[in-house]
């Protein structure tokens, strides 16, 4: 009895993404109290997924923020009014000239269940002097934010910047901090003609919510929206599928 009770406790804190595939790789979708590093390399979609997981995500008890230093919030709306993932229990917050983290967690509604900050580079916390994107203003913002997920049982999402190299731009002690470190890259296919739509989202080595090996595979269509992969590329990436 003890097994199921905790079993669904553990499924009651899980909120789903909207997008089956990827609440597969999280084991079951966002934790709340958890908080997720989001890695892509710029063009990847990582603003696209977050608006659209933001509208799914959000109802009148189970508010949601998206808070960008990357543009501002008129671009957010009207990015999310090309996907059709507008939502009036989403708050969207921008702020090119960089987001003070303390005063964004200060504004939040006690009813804002899933917080999602685009990027870790753009923040910034009072108690640290260095530069906007350093590695101990980083380190800063992610202590802050991840004990600011687990104090209040907010789900937490980070966007990260990727370095040419193909690795996450923050320091280690970040990495140790966050539950999941989840990637979103454009799948490696070739292609006859333009770059490939097909998105990867894969977990880079760690994952608290469960296992580590799981890939989930979309789709980003001629309007620019993450959708389901379609049959055309399920039979690339697998060719032994019947359907």
Same mark, same amino acid.
Not at 19 to 48: A, C, H, M, R, W
């Given at each position: 009895?003890? @097994? ?12 789903? @993404? ?16 958890? @908080? ?10 990582? /603003?696209? #997924? ?16 998206? +808070?960008?230093?990357?543009? /501002? ?11 059709? +993932?507008?939502?009036?229990? $989403? ?25 999602? $900050?685009?990027?870790?580079? @753009? ?10 994107? /350093? ?23 980070? $966007? ?17 901090? $966050?539950?999941?470190? #989840? ?31 799981? /890939? ?28």
């Amino acid at each position: 009895m003890a @097994t199921k009770k905790k079993a669904a406790v553990d499924s009651e804190r899980r909120l789903s @993404t909207g997008f089956p595939e990827i609440d597969n790789v999280l084991g079951g979708g966002l934790v709340l109290g958890n @908080t997720i590093l989001l890695g892509g390399l710029q063009g990847s979609g990582k /603003t696209t #997924l977050l608006l659209q997981s933001a509208a799914a995500l959000a109802s009148p008890k189970q508010q949601v923020v998206y +808070a960008t230093g990357e543009i /501002t919030t008129e671009e957010s709306h009207a990015h999310a009014r090309r996907l059709g +993932a507008e939502n009036k229990y $989403v708050q969207l917050i921008g702020s090119p000239e960089g987001i003070f983290v303390e005063e964004l967690v200060d504004s939040l509604s006690p009813r804002v269940k899933v917080l999602l $900050v685009d990027s870790i580079q @753009t923040c910034a916390h009072d108690s640290c002097s260095a530069d906007f994107g /350093t590695p101990r203003q980083i380190a800063a913002v992610a202590n802050y934010l991840t004990s600011f997920a687990k104090k209040k049982e907010v789900a937490v999402v980070i $966007v990260s910047h990727i370095t040419n190299r193909g690795h996450s731009a923050v320091p280690s002690t970040v990495k140790h901090l $966050v539950d999941v470190i #989840l990637r979103l890259d454009p799948h490696l296919i070739e292609m006859v003609l333009g770059q490939t739509p097909v998105r990867r989202v894969w977990i880079e080595g760690k994952s608290r919510q469960g296992r580590a090996d799981l /890939t989930a595979y979309l789709e980003m269509d001629n309007h620019g929206k993450i959708v389901p992969l379609s049959s055309r590329w399920r039979k690339v990436l697998n060719p032994k599928s019947k359907r």
